[in-house]
């Protein structure tokens, strides 16, 4: 399938969008009318909703999950407006927001990184499991200055509740998961349980238990059976927390391990292992000037192993720790808002024949301050955030000589969201950055068989400077609801992997051991694009609705001279519609990704595809227990997708038909 990218196909779905409001809605049986739902984005220091927030934002709640999940984060986002993957397998995949990725997307588990390998390589996995997940945040603009200097693109939140923060409505409460796969035969089983104790009328005590089991073979492709692909991922944690009116507390303690199929090599896995302790407390009530304060801390040990044939290979590990303390400050001057300071640690090490960097230890200091206020119908948000990066690398036999680099950023950003009426919206945001360059980037000089290159860095890399800007038209409520965006982020010194055109030869008796080099460079570069997400109510009333789901997006990437840039995600586009009746809900979905032909110098274009989805799902209650049945069909036509953005396309397309079967017991 081909789609060309022009104006007017935005324009022919924003122009009924934009006038939708007086345009009559079909007759329903209930003449309320249809609002956008109020979701409240947690990652946003003043607590506010999607609506509330002057960048656009995405939120997957447990019900949507309970339908999109896959085994990888990047995948079970991927259907998102402006969000794609680096599919590396159904093992690994990261997410790219708006064609960003890598360092410049933070991906938080409850509000602090993950502290994992997945920034290093695309077949590195991001330490989460999704089965157990309640909710995903996904934030871009001021508010996500917060949490890194870096997150040029945008910031994930991976929410599970393992911290409770709310009073106990019963003693005991929880759920139990299971489905079932048919496109790898995959097996997947979970539980979750908050046990209360010590509780009054103003306080409690709450246990939490949680574990997950999920185990695929190879995955089934149109092109086959992929190689390699398998899955076994276990996990589990427990924790405890206080909760009253005024102050929240609680430790979780978390383990995690993987073991999958890397795909591009047909004997190498990676053993996955990972413990963390996360703390969190809040003060809910005022002192001082001051009207609450958050307090999170996580630190994690992490190390995944390569194994060749089954043997131990090179070894991966990071140690580290991550806290950040909020202070939210009483109305100042007709302000409201936040301020805080965050200290971050990690200890990089390889060690093994594919060791690419040196051991380095990089800590992150910053101070930053977000601020609210309303003047009419006009509601300004700033945010700021002074950050120092200190990098010190130790000497190996590889590396015999330590290098060690020390630089402050500063970035701003601030919007403004005019509430033209009840029913629309309009915000605009400016965001300027500094990112510095992380060891990877500064100091790689090995083959990096991950990327199937052999991957040198440049100590000299200046400090990456981008300057931002976004408009949003939001629908509030009316027949249409959703919101059309417009975007353009300009990079001085944009750092990414070039490929030099020249070859290292590795191994002299072996042809496949030669790499490609690729050097990581810098260009000045612009990124720009528009996403359309709205839904469209063709009915609603006591006893059925019936949705129509009209989303797309592009994003356009290209350096200076005009030259694109590599892995840029085609302009995708969705269809869908969502039907509700009682305990009945069902669904089909027929997204549409167009062939990406404006390549890199050193890329092929990649074709266009269609995947059709359907779902049908059924409540039923018993005693105290709800049950939550569906059935969701993937890829129903068996087309063979694959991603511009992954560096496996032309190896692992995407999984082909799957019928997956799921049921939830919720107490």
Request: net charge negative; charged share 20%.
């Amino acid at each position: 399938m081909h789609f060309s990218l022009r104006p007017s196909l935005f324009l022919t779905l924003a122009i009924p969008f934009a006038h939708a409001q007086t345009t009559p809605p079909p007759a329903t049986t209930d003449d309320a009318p249809v609002m956008l739902e109020t979701i409240v984005v947690t990652a946003s220091p003043l607590a506010r909703s999607q609506a509330e927030l002057t960048s656009a934002t995405n939120v997957l709640t447990s019900r949507d999950l309970a339908l999109q999940q896959q085994p990888t984060l990047g995948e079970t986002l991927s259907a998102q407006p402006g969000i794609s993957s680096t599919y590396f397998g159904p093992g690994a995949s990261r997410p790219l927001i708006r064609a960003l990725g890598g360092d410049r997307i933070r991906i938080l588990q409850n509000g602090t990184g993950t502290q994992d390998a997945s920034v290093t390589s695309p077949d590195h996995a991001v330490s989460v499991e999704p089965f157990l997940v309640k909710r995903i945040e996904v934030v871009r603009g001021p508010a996500s200055l917060l949490y890194g200097g870096s997150a040029v693109g945008g910031v994930v939140n991976v929410i599970d509740h393992r911290i409770e923060t709310d009073m106990p409505t019963q003693r005991f409460s929880g759920s139990i998961d299971t489905r079932y796969g048919t496109v790898a035969e995959e097996f997947a089983y979970g539980a979750v349980t908050d046990i209360a104790f010590a509780q009054t009328d103003t306080h409690a005590f709450v246990l939490h238990l949680d574990g997950f089991k999920r185990e695929s073979d190879d995955v089934h492709t149109p092109a086959g059976r992929l190689a390699n692909s398998a899955i076994d991922s276990a996990g589990a944690s427990i924790g405890v927390s206080y909760v009253s009116d005024t102050f929240d507390a609680g430790l979780n303690y978390n383990g995690f391990n993987s073991l999958y199929g890397t795909v591009a090599e047909p004997d190498v896995e990676i053993d996955l292992r990972q413990r963390r302790v996360d703390f969190a407390a809040e003060v809910k009530q005022e002192f001082g000037i001051f009207s609450g304060a958050r307090l999170k801390f996580g630190t994690a040990d992490y190390r995944h192993v390569e194994l060749e044939a089954g043997a131990p290979g090179t070894t991966f590990t990071n140690t580290g720790y991550e806290g950040r303390l909020e202070l939210l400050h009483a109305p100042l001057a007709g302000f409201t808002g936040a301020w805080g300071v965050q200290t971050q640690r990690s200890d990089f090490d390889i060690v093994g024949a594919e060791a690419f960097m040196p051991p380095a230890l990089t800590e992150n200091h910053a101070l930053f301050v977000f601020e609210e206020t309303k003047t009419g119908p006009l509601t300004w948000q700033a945010g700021a955030r002074v950050e120092n990066q200190s990098i010190d690398t130790r000497a190996n036999a590889n590396f015999p000589v330590a290098q060690s680099r020390d630089e402050t950023t500063l970035s701003l950003s601030g919007g403004v969201i005019y509430a033209i009426n009840p029913a629309y919206a309009l915000a605009f945001s400016v965001t300027g950055t500094e990112r510095a360059p992380n060891a990877q980037e500064l100091y790689s000089n090995g083959p990096h068989i991950g990327t199937a290159s052999y991957e040198v860095g440049d100590p000299t890399l200046a400090t990456e400077k981008s300057l931002g800007a976004e408009l949003s038209l939001r629908k509030l409520t009316g027949f249409v609801t959703g919101s059309f965006n417009l975007f353009a982020n300009r990079f001085d010194g944009f750092i990414f992997e070039q490929d030099t055109g020249a070859i290292d030869l590795g191994d002299p008796f072996d042809p496949d051991d030669d790499l490609p080099i690729y050097q990581f460079v810098q260009r000045d570069a612009l990124f720009y694009g528009a996403e359309l997400e709205t839904l469209w109510h063709l009915h609603a009333s006591d006893r059925h609705t019936l949705d129509l789901k009209l989303n797309l997006d592009c994003t356009v990437a290209e350096e200076s001279n005009g030259d694109p840039l590599p892995r840029i995600p085609p302009i995708k586009g969705l269809i869908g519609l969502a039907w509700t009746g009682g305990p009945w809900n069902a669904g089909t979905d027929w997204q549409l990704v167009a062939q990406q032909n404006r390549s890199a110098p050193s890329e092929t274009d990649t074709s266009g595809y269609t995947l059709l989805s359907a779902y049908a799902g059924y409540r039923f209650v018993q005693g105290p227990i709800i049950y939550d049945l569906f059935l969701r069909g993937s890829n129903l036509t068996n087309e063979d997708a694959r991603l511009h953005t992954s560096f496996l396309k032309n190896i692992a397309p995407l999984p082909g038909r799957s019928v997956t079967f799921g049921l939830r017991a919720t107490f």
